[in-house]
């Protein structure tokens, strides 16, 4: 089996002034010095210049939260998948729950975006997850495969060679309701079993970061989980000391 480098990925979502952002980060980056996971950020998109800047000499990656998946034109409003890359961006977040549910970003949009990421060389973050009525049906499963095989269908199975994964409950989002270790494991085995279907080595290579209310006290019991690699963190990386206490949490 292979050893994945475990993952913390912020999204601040639409939080933080210059004001905030500034401090949080620089305590971010001194913090962060020495740990072994791979520390992402992904800011609100009008902060990415200064991110990208602030983190030049830092080993932290700068992320985005969303991406156009057109190319360019006429769309106001819109950030292309170009544009990120052109300020750094390595990591995008695609299909996020708040994305699909507020947006009302569907699976094949999702897959789009994820293959605008890769086209543009940096890595789709791509979040897969089920609404509390769906758990509560015990249609998980269901939901989380129609997630996935939209973009295995349309990216590739081998596009996943070069992804990951955030298996996000939506009720554990922002809700202090964590899964337990155990009901997300079972989730994050299902995934790689799942891409294993098509492809056992990509299955073995690709990260699956939990998200959904991980904090301080919780983030070493989730990676400890034999396919939990990582997390993609909400609130709990908006205040330095918790994110970093995440980030020092290793298998
Ligand atoms: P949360 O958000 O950590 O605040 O639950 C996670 C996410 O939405 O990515």
Avoid at 189 to 210: T, W
Wanted: proline letters at 2%; hydrophobic letters at 45%.
């Amino acid at each position: 089996m292979t050893e994945r480098q475990i993952l913390v990925a912020a999204n601040w979502k639409m939080n933080g002034t210059l004001e905030t952002i500034r401090p949080l980060l620089q305590s971010v980056i001194q913090g962060v010095q020495g740990t072994k996971s791979e520390v992402v950020i992904c800011p609100s998109s009008v902060y990415i210049s200064e991110l990208a800047t602030l983190l030049q000499q830092s080993e932290i990656k700068l992320g985005a939260q969303n991406v156009s998946q057109l190319e360019k034109g006429a769309y106001t409003g819109e950030v292309s998948a170009l544009m990120l890359k052109d300020f750094g961006c390595g990591y995008v977040i695609v299909g996020h729950s708040e994305r699909r549910a507020l947006y009302a970003e569907n699976d094949v949009m999702v897959a789009k975006k994820f293959m605008a990421v890769q086209k543009n060389g940096m890595t789709p973050i791509l979040c897969v997850g089920e609404l509390l009525e769906e758990r509560e049906s015990n249609c998980t499963e269901e939901v989380i495969a129609r997630q996935l095989d939209v973009v295995i269908e349309l990216a590739g199975i081998a596009a996943f060679e070069n992804a990951v994964i955030a298996y996000e409950p939506v009720w554990a989002i922002g809700t202090g309701k964590t899964a337990t270790p155990e009901q997300a494991e079972e989730v994050h085995e299902f995934i790689r079993l799942r891409l294993a279907r098509h492809d056992n080595e990509v299955a073995d290579i690709v990260r699956i970061l939990y998200g959904g209310s991980v904090n301080a006290g919780n983030a070493e019991q989730l990676f400890e989980m034999a396919n939990i690699d990582g997390g993609l963190i909400g609130g709990a990386s908006l205040v330095a000391e918790d994110f970093l206490t995440i980030c020092r949490a290793m298998r």
